[in-house]
C-alpha cells in the first residue's frame, strides 16, 4: 500500500475513533473568545493578548513586535532531522537543506491581519543564506505548485511580509487539487477564526515517510507524501487547540475527516508544539479538541 493511501486510511481512522468516543472539547463563546485569556490559564501571555486587541498603532508601522509570540511558534524537532531556523517578517521557519523544504513554519495571525493594502506578491525568490533552500524553477513542470506553508493571504497587513512570504523556504512541493482545495479551505478558516478569537497560533509543515522518495528539479526537493497543520487559540475563555493532517493528493469530503488532536501530529511527526505554554495548559489543549467548538 503506498504512503498517501496509508496515511488517508489512517486518518479516517482516528476520525471515526474520536467522533464514535467523544473526544472532549473546549468550549467557548464567541462573546468570550473575543477578549484575552483566563489570566489563571495564561498568565504569561494575558498583557500581551490586550496589546493583541486593543494596539491600533501597529498598523501604521506596517507590522508586529517581532519575536513577541516565538515562544510558542517554535516547535521542538527531533535532533536528528536537519534544521536552520530563520526569522522572516510574520513568521519563522526550521529549513531542512536534505529535503528542501521546511521542516515547519511557525506563525501568529492576528485578527486585525487578515485584511489589508498589501498586494499578492507573485515574485518567489531563494534564499541564499539557507543551505539547499531551492529555486523557484525547480518546481517548474514537475507537476506540483509551490505550495506556502505560511499562506500569502496571511501577509496582506505588510508588503514586507507579502515579500517574504515567497520565499522559498516557505514553500513544498504539493498537488494542485490539495492546494486549490481543501489546504486552500482551511487557511480561509484560519482567517475567520483569528478573527472571532483575536488571534491564533499556526504551525504548518509537510510530513515524510520513509516511502517518500520522489524528488524534483535540479536541487533533488523532497515530495511529502502529506502536510499537517497544528492550530492553538491562547487568548479565549479556555485556550483550545486543533491539529489536521490532508495526504498530498485530493481530499474528499468534509474537513472534520481530517481533524485530530494536536498530540496526535506530534505522534505522527515527532515534533512537539507549543512547548512554551504551562505544562497543565499543554497537556490540555494538545490532548483534547472539538472540530465542533472551532466551527461553530
Known amino acids: 500500500m503506498d504512503n498517501k493511501k496509508r496515511i488517508i486510511i489512517g486518518v479516517g481512522v482516528c476520525a471515526a475513533l474520536l467522533i464514535c468516543f467523544g473526544?472532549?472539547?473546549?468550549?467557548?463563546?464567541?462573546?468570550?473568545?473575543?477578549?484575552?485569556?483566563?489570566?489563571?490559564?495564561?498568565?504569561?501571555?494575558?498583557?500581551?493578548?490586550?496589546?493583541?486587541?486593543?494596539?491600533?498603532?501597529?498598523?501604521?508601522?506596517?507590522?508586529?513586535?517581532?519575536?513577541?509570540?516565538?515562544?510558542?511558534?517554535v516547535t521542538k524537532i527531533p535532533a536528528s532531522l536537519s534544521s536552520q531556523e530563520k526569522s522572516y517578517t510574520?513568521?519563522?521557519?526550521?529549513?531542512?537543506?536534505?529535503n528542501?523544504?521546511?521542516?515547519?513554519?511557525?506563525?501568529?495571525?492576528?485578527?486585525?491581519?487578515?485584511?489589508?493594502?498589501?498586494?499578492?506578491?507573485?515574485?518567489f525568490w531563494q534564499d541564499v543564506d539557507l543551505e539547499g533552500c531551492p529555486a523557484s524553477s525547480d518546481y517548474s513542470r514537475s507537476g506540483f505548485d509551490r505550495g506556502h506553508l505560511c499562506p500569502a493571504a496571511d501577509q496582506k497587513w505588510s508588503r514586507e511580509a507579502m515579500e517574504d512570504c515567497?520565499?522559498?523556504?516557505?514553500?513544498?512541493?504539493?498537488?494542485?487539487?490539495?492546494?486549490?482545495?481543501?489546504?486552500?479551505?482551511?487557511?480561509?478558516?484560519?482567517?475567520?477564526?483569528?478573527?472571532?478569537?483575536?488571534?491564533?497560533?499556526?504551525?504548518?509543515?509537510?510530513?515524510?515517510?520513509?516511502?517518500?522518495?520522489?524528488?524534483?528539479?535540479?536541487?533533488g526537493v523532497r515530495v511529502p507524501g502529506a502536510f499537517f497543520k497544528v492550530i492553538l487559540a491562547p487568548y479565549v475563555e479556555k485556550p483550545r487547540a486543533i491539529g489536521f493532517v490532508f495526504p498530498n493528493m485530493t481530499a474528499p469530503g468534509n474537513m472534520v475527516n481530517y481533524a485530530m488532536s494536536v498530540r496526535e501530529v506530534e505522534n505522527l511527526t515527532g515534533f512537539d508544539f507549543f512547548s512554551g505554554l504551562p505544562d497543565e495548559l499543554e497537556n490540555d489543549v494538545e490532548s483534547n479538541f472539538s472540530f465542533h467548538d472551532w466551527n461553530d
Request: proline share 3%.
Open 23 to 73: 473526544a472532549v472539547g473546549l468550549c467557548s463563546s464567541r462573546e468570550s473568545a473575543r477578549q484575552p485569556g483566563d489570566a489563571g490559564a495564561v498568565e504569561r501571555y494575558s498583557r500581551r493578548a490586550a496589546e493583541s486587541a486593543s494596539d491600533d498603532s501597529a498598523g501604521k508601522t506596517g507590522g508586529r513586535t517581532q519575536g513577541r509570540f516565538a515562544d510558542l511558534e
Open 90 to 98: 510574520g513568521f519563522r521557519v526550521s529549513f531542512n537543506r536534505e
Open 100 to 123: 528542501g523544504t521546511p521542516n515547519w513554519v511557525g506563525w501568529e495571525l492576528l485578527g486585525k491581519e487578515t485584511s489589508g493594502e498589501a498586494s499578492r506578491s507573485n515574485k
Open 166 to 219: 515567497f520565499v522559498m523556504a516557505n514553500m513544498a512541493p504539493q498537488d494542485h487539487a490539495l492546494n486549490t482545495g481543501a489546504w486552500n479551505t482551511l487557511e480561509n478558516k484560519e482567517r475567520v477564526w483569528a478573527k472571532r478569537d483575536s488571534a491564533i497560533v499556526i504551525v504548518a509543515g509537510p510530513v515524510y515517510e520513509k516511502g517518500d522518495s520522489q524528488r524534483i528539479g535540479r536541487a
